[in-house]
T-cell receptor
Framework: GENVEQHPSTLSVQEGDSAVIKCTYS??????FPWYKQELGKRPQLIID?????GEKKDQRIAVTLNKTAKHFSLHITETQPEDSAVYFCAAGNSGGGADGLTFGKGTHLIIQP | DTEVTQTPKHLVMGMTNKKSLKCEQH?????MYWYKQKAKKPPELMFV???????INESVPSRFSPECPNSSLLNLHLHALQPEDSALYLC????????????FGSGTQLSVL
C-alpha cells in the first residue's frame, strides 16, 4: 500500500516568514495530493489540493508543488500569520477511489512566533 | 449547508455499554467515511460508504458496526469497546467516492472506561 512520509514534525517560524512542509509518497499510482489543516480541538479542513497532472497550484498565501518523478510534494505558506498555527497533514490517494482511501502523513505542528 | 454534523460531541462509555455515533450531511454527497484519530496522530480510515453501500472495511474489529440508513446519514454502532478505542471519531463526506475534497465533521471525542 501507499506510504507517506512528512517532515518536519514540528516547525517554528517567525510571523511574516515563510514555512515549507515536505512529503514523499511511495505508490506511483497515487494521483491526488491534498493538504489538511487541523487547529487544536477542531476538525481537519482541506486547504489546498493538487492532482498529478499539475506541477504547482497556488491559492493566495498557500502553494503546493508536486514532483511526480521524485514522488514528493510540498506545502508553502508565505507571510505567515498567527492563525496559521495548526497541525498540517499531507495525504496521497487515487482519485478513482483507491481501495485504501487516502493515506495521511504523520503531521507537522506549525508554530508561528509573534 | 456545507457542514457535516456529528453527535454527540463527547461520549464516555463503559466496556459493556452499547452506544451509537451519528453523522449527517445535506450537501448531496454520495460518499461518507468514518475515521479514527488518536491524539497527535493522523486520521485513520475505518469505513467508507459509497451510494449507501459499504465499499471498504479496513479490518476494523467487529465491535464497531457502521450503518448508512440513507444518503445523508451515517451511524457507527459501538459495543464492548476497549480502553484503547478511546479516540476522536471523525465523519467525513465527499461528492463521490474519489476521496477528493473531504468535508470533516467536528468529531465525537470518545472515552472508554
Amino acid at each position: 500500500g501507499e506510504n507517506v512520509e512528512q517532515h518536519p514534525s514540528t516547525l517554528s517560524v517567525q510571523e511574516g516568514d515563510s514555512a515549507v512542509i515536505k512529503c514523499t509518497y511511495s505508490d506511483s499510482a497515487s494521483n491526488y495530493f491534498p493538504w489538511y489543516k487541523q487547529e487544536l480541538g477542531k476538525r481537519p479542513q482541506l486547504i489546498i489540493d493538487i492532482r498529478s497532472n499539475v506541477g504547482e497550484k497556488k491559492d493566495q498565501r498557500i502553494a503546493v508543488t508536486l514532483n511526480k518523478t521524485a514522488k514528493h510534494f510540498s506545502l508553502h505558506i508565505t507571510e505567515t500569520q498567527p492563525e496559521d498555527s495548526a497541525v498540517y497533514f499531507c495525504a496521497a490517494g487515487n482519485s478513482g477511489g483507491g481501495a485504501d482511501g487516502l493515506t495521511f502523513g504523520k503531521g507537522t505542528h506549525l508554530i508561528i512566533q509573534p | 449547508d456545507t457542514e457535516v454534523t456529528q453527535t454527540p460531541k463527547h461520549l464516555v462509555m463503559g466496556m459493556t455499554n452499547k452506544k451509537s455515533l451519528k453523522c449527517e450531511q445535506h450537501m448531496g454527497h454520495r460518499a461518507m467515511y468514518w475515521y479514527k484519530q488518536k491524539a497527535k496522530k493522523p486520521p485513520e480510515l475505518m469505513f467508507v460508504y459509497s451510494y449507501e453501500k459499504l465499499s471498504i472495511n479496513e479490518s476494523v474489529p467487529s465491535r464497531f458496526s457502521p450503518e448508512c440508513p440513507n444518503s445523508s446519514l451515517l451511524n457507527l454502532h459501538l459495543h464492548a469497546l476497549q480502553p484503547e478505542d478511546s479516540a476522536l471519531y471523525l465523519c467525513a463526506s465527499s461528492q463521490e467516492r474519489t476521496d477528493e475534497k473531504l468535508f470533516f465533521g467536528s468529531g465525537t471525542q470518545l472515552s472508554v472506561l
